[in-house]
C-alpha cells in the first residue's frame, strides 16, 4: 500500500472506478479542480498526484511528506468534492471514493 521513499516520503497508490457515462463528468471536475481542492492538497503534504484512466478504471498514485497526512472526510471541503463527484463514480455509503490500494511491486528513480 505505501512504499518509503526517501526519508522525506510516501508513495501511495490506489484504484478507483467510474460508473458508465462518468468518464467526461470526472475529467471536467478535474480538469477545473477548485482552488481550495488544490490548495488542501498541497497542506496535506501531498504533492507528484496522478490519477490516470483505462475505460472505467482510475489509477491513483501520489507522494506524501512523511510527516504529513493528505486531508480527508472530516474536511467539509472535501465532503462537497465528493459529493459533486459521487454520481460519476462508485463510492461508498458516506460518499467518499470506493478506493483499493495497491501494493508496490518494483519502483527505479
Known amino acids: 500500500m505505501t512504499e518509503q521513499l526517501e526519508p522525506r516520503a510516501w508513495r501511495i497508490a490506489f484504484r478507483m ?20 481542492m488544490r490548495e488542501l492538497i498541497a497542506l496535506g503534504g501531498v504533492r507528484n498526484y496522478s490519477i490516470f484512466r483505462e475505460g472505467l478504471d482510475l489509477f491513483a498514485v501520489m ?19 465528493w459529493a459533486s463527484l459521487e454520481r460519476y463514480m462508485e463510492s461508498e455509503p458516506d460518499g467518499s ?13
Open 63 to 81: 507522494e506524501v511528506d512523511e510527516n504529513s497526512a493528505p486531508v480527508g472526510g472530516e474536511n467539509p471541503v472535501v465532503r462537497r468534492w
Open 17 to 36: 472506478r467510474l460508473n458508465p457515462g462518468g468518464e467526461e463528468p470526472y475529467k471536467k471536475a478535474h480538469d477545473e479542480l477548485w482552488p481550495e
Open 97 to 109: 471514493p470506493r478506493m483499493s490500494p495497491m501494493e508496490e511491486v518494483f519502483h527505479v528513480d
